[in-house]
Structures are given as C-alpha cells and as structure tokens.
C-alpha cells in the first residue's frame, strides 16, 4: 500500500514537468464567465439582454471599462535613454545592490529602443484576459559541483486558457539585456535568479525572474516551474526513447562536457529516436546558423515531443512503472510555487488539448537589436514595441 501510494504522488507531481510540456489548469468555462459578468456587466437596470447572452455563450469576450484600463496599465519610466514597462503591483523595499551581484553588467552607454506604442484594445487581451494562467518555465545551468545559484539558460513562458483549451509556448532568448526592477543594474534576463538571490529578493530568485519577464512582456506570470538536467534526465529515461526531426545536420564541437570542458556532438538530418541523454545534446546545443534562436525551437520541438509520447500507451505504461523513482528525482531536482491541489488540476488536460490549439513562437531577431557591451559580450537589446505587439498577437 505504501509503495501504491508513492507511486501515484509520484506520477502527481510528474504532471508538474507535463505542464512544462503543455498541461493546464482545471479552470470551468461557466465559473469565469461568472466571475466576467460579475466584474464587468452586473445585474442591474438597463442591461444590455443580448451582450449578456453573448458573453455567457462565450460568443463574445468582456471589454474592461475604461478606468480599469487605465489604473492598471503598466507605467513606463526613462531609465537611460530605455523605456521598461513596471509592473502594477506596489514596489517592495529592498537593500542596496550587493557587490556580490552575479551576471550584471552595466554598459557605458546604455543601449537605445523605441517608445513601445500598442494599441489600447491589444493591451487588454495581452495583459488582462481573466481566462488565462501564465507559468514560467525555468532550465537551470547546473554545473558538477557548484551549489549555485544558477543562470536559467531556457526561459519559456507557457500561457494557459482551460476554457477555451488552449495554450501558448512563448521562448525567451537568454542574452536579452534588461534593466532589472529596484535599481539591481543591468544584465541578460537568464541572470535574473542569481541576482534575486543574491539580493534575497522575497520568493528568491525565481519569484525575482518572474517580475522581469512580467516586465519584459507586459503581462503577469502567475507561477514558476524550475527544473535542472537531472529531473529532465529521469524524467526521458523513465517514459523512452521521444523521436525529433532535425532538418539539417548539427556538428558542435564544443559542447559542453557537463563541467568546464568539452566534447564533440553530431546529429544527423531526419527524424530520429533519442534517448535521455542525446535528447538533452539536442536540447541544449547552439551550434546551428541562428544560435539561441534555433535553440529554442528545438526545445519547444522537444517538447511537444515528450507531450505526445507522454499521451501514447507506451509512455503512460513506463510513466506509471517508473513513478517511484521519478519522484524520488522531481522531489530533489526542481522547485516551484505550485500548490499540490495547484499540481492536481494539471493531469486532466493532458490528453484533452489538441496540439493545434498550442501556438508557439519565440523572441527573435526581428524583434531586438543586436549589440556587444563594452567588454565584447554579445547581447540582445529588446525593441519593447514589437515584443509587446507579439505578446498581443499570441494572447488573442
């Protein structure tokens, strides 16, 4: 009975990395469209009989009053020639920036971007659709022997409407440049966990992460989910071997060898099954023509990959052998904010969603510039306009 009952935690809190992979939340249709009439058109003389039929039916989404747009809409400050959307919720205290600081650098002259301009309507579905659930996906670069904290090299933003059972995958590049909230400097937003640690930012570095790619986006993140290699490890290893496609030859030869070093990779074109580990190479590696950019379709390739292998037969037969053990792994290997009841409402959308209602895109090139600091380090200056103008566009 004891092992039953392990077993079935286990496979619980896998469906917290099934989230990762495109899980949702237990949301009903009929109590938002509630809590939407409630807030936006409550019962009283003079209401529109037919707007009311029509936000019910789900015909038509609630328009927010103008006032609710306008107290709530992000403020924009002049940092240095850059404009950065702050979030809307009060600024909390904290110490002066430690020397200790990791991954912040600071340019001499502070890299420029338009005035981000959005229309007001798009502003609305990115930011305040009541329906979604916005959870942030962390892979942290943990190295043999350190203790961390560490960089989120894979930032996802996986956005969830039960409702409608839809979702969208949103990959964030690592080297974007960013200015951080509380006067901690500057730096690339994968360094945003080590320097809200470092600053004992409240909720650590993975709540501090979820503020500036709030920012960043213009929309709130609601949750975080943190994973390193281990539990990915595990996690492949316990449901098989998940098939990816690459559609040209990938040769890296400095891969890294899971410590300081080296050692070469090769992928060949065409569809292929991968264990854990080649897996993990295939996820992690930039050694194509676009760096992170490929990267991160690659991630999102796998996946969707694991999603539908989770789905098949056989995935759910090793998913439920290997239950005890993957939790002994998830239970040291990743962090989160989710409750368990939180964790619970996960496991009936994974096979109800269909993968067309998933839409995914990543932060690219059309949408930063490309700049180098004074020490040569390679960044990404966001030009917030479009980023936003993505963020609207996706979330409709």
């Not at 092992?3 to 899980?23: D, F, H, M, R, Y």
């Not at 020397?99 to 309507?121: K, N, S």
């Amino acid at each position: 009975m004891r092992l039953s009952a392990n077993a079935l935690l286990a496979w619980v809190v896998v469906t917290v990395i099934v989230a990762v992979l495109g899980g949702y939340f237990s949301y009903t249709q009929a109590r938002e469209r509630t809590r939407q009439l409630n807030e936006i058109a409550p019962l009283e003389e003079g209401i529109d009989v037919l707007r009311t039929i029509q936000l019910l039916t789900g015909a038509a989404e609630p328009k927010l009053p103008d006032e609710f747009v306008e107290n709530n809409a992000p403020a924009i400050i002049e940092v240095e020639g850059t404009t950065t959307p702050l979030p809307t919720e009060l600024a909390i205290e904290t110490s002066e920036p430690s020397e200790a600081t990791q991954g912040t650098q600071t340019p001499t002259e502070a890299p420029t971007e338009p005035t981000a301009t959005i229309v007001a309507e798009e502003v609305q579905a990115a930011q305040f659709g009541p329906q979604r659930i916005n959870v942030l996906l962390l892979g942290i670069d943990q190295r043999r022997g350190e203790t961390g904290p560490f960089p989120t090299d894979t930032i996802i933003v996986l956005s969830l409407n039960p409702a409608a059972k839809s979702g969208v995958v949103l990959s964030i590049p690592r080297d974007i440049y960013v200015t951080f909230p509380l006067g901690l400097g500057q730096g690339k937003i994968n360094t945003a966990n080590i320097v809200g640690e470092n600053n004992q930012y409240p909720g650590g570095g993975p709540a501090f992460a979820k503020r500036v790619v709030s920012e960043l986006l213009g929309i709130p993140i609601h949750y975080y989910v943190m994973i390193n290699f281990d539990a990915f490890l595990t996690f492949v290893d316990a449901i098989g071997e998940v098939e990816v496609c690459p559609p040209e030859p990938i040769d890296d030869p400095k891969y890294p060898d899971g410590s300081y070093g080296y050692r070469p990779i090769h992928f060949d074109a065409g569809c292929q099954m991968l264990g854990a580990e080649r897996l993990l190479e295939y996820s992690r590696t930039r050694a194509t023509a676009n760096g992170d950019i490929d990267r991160a379709a690659r991630q999102q390739e796998v996946m969707f990959a694991i999603r539908d292998k989770i789905v098949s037969v056989t995935g759910l037969t090793n998913l439920l052998r290997n239950a005890t053990t993957i939790w002994d792994s998830v239970s040291e290997n990743i962090k989160t904010d989710l409750s368990f009841n939180e964790i619970l409402g996960l496991a009936p959308f994974i096979e109800e969603v269909p993968r067309e209602n998933i839409v995914n895109a990543t932060i690219d090139y059309d949408s930063v510039l490309i700049q180098e600091l004074p020490d040569g380090t390679q960044i990404l200056v966001p030009i917030q306009s479009d980023i936003l103008s993505l963020v609207a566009k996706l979330f409709q």
